[in-house]
């Protein structure tokens, strides 16, 4: 490894299980040498196994529901007393639709469901920062990330009130990270990864399909969760100083494709199969 988060703090949200973003990214950043601590909402640290993560890299865990400023304040009190100063990175990795998971199709909603999920994936992120913001808890050249998806900008049918949620939480990106910027020469920025097998992946209708069609789309494959994870550290590392307010893609290539050899080949051989076989 790099030691490239030596002597670093963080704070990072969401590892819920080993299959989660974030648990990757706590792992790769106890590599490289930084020291944070892990946070999730109290409900999943009772479903998830936060603690052997926290054993594993060295952590302590505060309990945070994303959604709560009084549980966001003493949050950010305690990360800097365990940690012993300013924080030099955050990872926001949480997401959740009520919509989705209750099987409410998006033209046919519960607007009572989309303003939780909107809190939870979109808000909290604003929360975070604003609060990180007004308690001065960032290091000068500091970094913020948000995990985003494409749906953002892209119409993916099933992916449901999620993609405006992720629209928001871009938006919320360059929004905040002026400010941060211009005040605190802090730098926000969210990657949008490729579909991932993670719980909050998986429970999107029809992602088994959607996870293989996506990886024959793009040129380099689907990125994985431990990729999204190194490019991650990436970001919250001194290389990547000056880069602010960006959505960046780490995708496989997939959000610049139109239609790959291999999908083509696969529709062809379906609707024409006389074709296909030069017949
Ligand atoms: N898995 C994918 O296909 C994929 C693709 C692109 C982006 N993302 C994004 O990556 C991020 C992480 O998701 P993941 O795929 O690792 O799944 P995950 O289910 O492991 O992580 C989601 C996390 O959000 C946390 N969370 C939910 N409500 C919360 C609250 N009120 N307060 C604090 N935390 C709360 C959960 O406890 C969980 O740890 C999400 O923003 C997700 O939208 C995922």
Redesign the pocket.
Known sequence: MYNLLKGKKGII?????A?????KVAERAHEEGATFVL???P??MR??TISELAEKTGSQVVP?????MM?LENLIDKSMEILGGKIDFVL?????SVNVRRGNHYTNQDYNFTKTGF???AL?FHRVMSMLYKKDAMNEWGSVV?????AAQRVFPDYND?ADN?AY?ESIARSFGYFFGRDKNVRVNT??????????????KG?DGF?AYAEKMSPLGNAT?LE?ADYTISLFSDLTKKVTLQNLFHDGGFSNMGVSTAIMSDFMEREFPEEEKGE
């Open positions: 949200f969401g590892a819920l299980d299959n989660s973003i974030a648990w946070t999730n909402a409900v999943a479903l998830g945070a529901d994303a959604t709560s549980d926001h990795s949480i997401g959740m809190d939870v994936s909290s948000a995990l985003s998806y494409m999620m992720k939480l990657i949008s990864q490729s579909p991932t097998p993670t719980t909050a992946g998986s429970g999107v992602f996870i969760a999204c």
